[in-house]
Each structure stands twice: as C-alpha cells, then as structure tokens.
C-alpha cells in the first residue's frame, strides 16, 4: 500500500509585503531556471509575470504620508487651542462678578456647549462642527454676548481657521 500524498496550500496571504517580494522574485528564478518551454508555459505569461514582479518591488514599499498632513496637523492644533481658549473664557466669565458678563458667558455657553469637544472628532468631522460653531456664533443673540464678553472676532477666527482646514483636506485629497 502507498501513501498518499496531500499538497497543502502555501499560506501566501500570511506573508507582509518583504515576503511576498522576495517569494514572487524567488518564484521568477525558477521559472526561468526551468524555462518556459519544459514547464509547458507560454513565454509571453513568464515575461508578463517578470513586469508584474518588477512593478510590485517598485510599489511595494511606498510612503504614503502627504505633504500637506504636517500643515493639516498645524491647523488641527490651532483650531484646537482657539476651541479651548473660547471654552476656558467661557468658563470663566460664567463665574465672574459683573451680572452682564456672567448672563453673557452663561447665555454663549449653554448655546454653543455641544462644540466644546469637536476637537476630539475626526478630521471632516470636526471641520464641519468648527463651520457650524463660526455659524452658531453669528446668530444675533449669541453674536450679542460674545461681544459683551469681548469675543466677537473668535467667530471670524474660527471660521478663516476652519477654511484652511478645508483646502488643505481636500488638497490633501486631490493630490493622493
């Protein structure tokens, strides 16, 4: 009685993109090694098959960080740090001692607290909370104690940082 032999799959799917270069390439050489003609294979496949091989050692390694993510993390930080200041002055004016500031500061806050953490969102996420807090900001009974509070121009700020935010996304977008 003989054995019988089971082939097993070879689990190329396990192997990082080093691996798979490496077993590809080493796969080239013995075809070659053993010439298209005794493997019953046509030389047009083997030569399709060396381009493809070559095409992956080019692609397989490539950066894929864009130039404008440093610039997008730039201004992250700076809407993140105006959000903050604009929270904290928020904060503090609701317990000042002068009525009108406190009224203001209590007033701008209750309306404008569901944007107090966007800069904890995703990237469009947060850009499109930072245009709708610069909206918010101008309606008239909230642009009226943001100006009590000596505030009036974070609206403005917010929103020009909010606009660079999105051109370099979508800069970034185009150019990937």
Same mark, same amino acid.
């Given at each position: 009685m003989s054995d019988i032999i089971t @082939?097993?799959?070879?689990?190329? $799917? /396990?192997l990082n993109n080093y691996e798979y270069n490496y077993f590809s390439e080493q796969f080239l050489v013995l075809i070659n090694a053993a010439t298209a003609e005794k493997l019953h294979? &046509?030389?047009t496949l083997v030569e399709s098959y060396s381009t493809n091989v070559n095409k992956m050692r080019d692609i397989a390694v490539q950066s894929r960080t864009a130039d404008e993510t440093a610039l997008i993390a730039d201004? =992250?930080? *700076?809407a993140k740090s105006l959000v903050i200041y604009f929270f904290n002055v928020l904060r503090s004016e609701k317990? =000042?001692? @002068?009525? +009108? #500031?406190k009224t203001a500061a209590t007033g701008a806050y #209750?309306?404008? /607290?569901p944007? &107090?953490? !966007?800069? #904890? !969102?995703?990237?469009?996420?947060?850009?499109q909370a930072l245009r709708g807090l610069a909206t918010d900001m101008r309606k008239p009974a @909230? +642009? *009226?104690?943001?100006?009590?509070?000596?505030q009036s121009e974070m609206a403005d700020s917010l929103s $020009?940082? +909010?606009?660079r935010y999105a051109a370099l996304l979508e800069q970034r977008s185009a150019n990937m």
């Open positions: @082939i097993k799959t070879i689990g190329l $799917d /396990k294979v &046509s030389s201004v =992250s930080k *700076e317990q =000042s001692p @002068i009525a +009108a #500031n #209750n309306a404008l /607290k944007y &107090s953490g !966007l800069y #904890n !969102l995703p990237q469009r996420q947060q850009l @909230i +642009a *009226e104690y943001l100006t009590t509070l000596g $020009d940082v +909010a606009e």
